[in-house]
Antibody, heavy 123, light 107 residues
Framework: QLQLQESGPGLVKPSETLSLTCTVSGGSISNNNYYWGWIRQPPGKGLEWLGNIYYSGNTYYNPSLKSRVTISVDTSKNQFSLRLTSVTAADTAVYYC???????????????WGQGTLLTVSS | AIQMTQSPSSLSASVGDRVTITCRASQDIRNDLGWYQQKPGKAPNLLIYFASSLQSGVPSRFSGSGSGTDFTLTISSLQPEDFATYYCLQDYNFPLTFGGGTKVEIK
């Protein structure tokens, strides 16, 4: 059974850099039939896609985050990571990692998600 | 970016009711749309992908339809465990975008 688990500091100060890691178990992150993504949800609000990465390192980012976001992959650890710079209170959210599968007819919606980790930006 | 307009934002319904939620895309997204159910404190759960394909393990009372710009999620007979918030997601192109959500409450 595939499992994704987010890990991170829980609390970050304004202007600092947020770093989160998603550990994938029960399957290989190097499988070329999957993208891996990050999605966040501010408290009481909707979902926002942040970016995707392929095992080869190809990335796609949400332009709303401008140049603040970087996603990387470590195939040796079966992990991928999110880095968000210059955080503000607006970045307070539950952060999810998720898998996006490829079907014969194309790339489908995220099917496996981590449980989410709350990240609070506060001094 | 493609805008996804979801309606209604909330609804009240009774167990056994037929419930319909719609999503409209700001441009043609073919059938590249998914539907999710989210319960408080939990991650979203995929119900439907490619607009009408039922995700494995999801009850058959959930169905999806539509293509192009207009999409519908239908729950044929609402069950107590279906009270939750539902989101659509367009994955036609980047940036991927979600609808604003529909909260289904008990009448």
């Amino acid at each position: 059974q595939l499992q994704l688990q987010e890990s991170g500091p829980g609390l970050v100060k304004p202007s600092e850099t947020l770093s989160l890691t998603c550990t994938v178990s029960g399957g290989s992150i190097s499988n070329n039939n999957y993208y891996w993504g990050w999605i966040r949800q501010p408290p009481g609000k909707g979902l926002e896609w942040l970016g995707n990465i392929y095992y080869s390192g190809n990335t796609y980012y949400n332009p709303s985050l401008k140049s603040r976001v970087t996603i990387s992959v470590d195939t040796s650890k079966n992990q991928f990571s999110l880095r968000l710079t210059s955080v503000t209170a607006a970045d307070t959210a539950v952060y999810y990692c998720a898998r996006r599968p490829r079907h014969s007819s194309g790339w489908a919606s995220f099917d496996y998600w981590g449980q989410g980790t709350l990240l609070t930006v506060s001094s | 970016a493609i805008q996804m307009t979801q309606s209604p934002s909330s609804l009240s319904a009774s167990v056994g009711d037929r419930v319909t939620i719609t999503c409209r895309a700001s441009q043609d997204i073919r059938n590249d749309l998914g539907w999710y159910q989210q319960k408080p404190g939990k991650a979203p759960n995929l119900l439907i992908y490619f607009a009408s394909s039922l995700q494995s393990g999801v009850p058959s009372r959930f169905s999806g339809s539509g293509s192009g710009t207009d999409f519908t999620l239908t729950i044929s007979s609402l069950q107590p465990e279906d009270f939750a918030t539902y989101y659509c997601l367009q994955d036609y192109n980047f940036p991927l975008t979600f609808g604003g959500g529909t909260k289904v409450e008990i009448k």
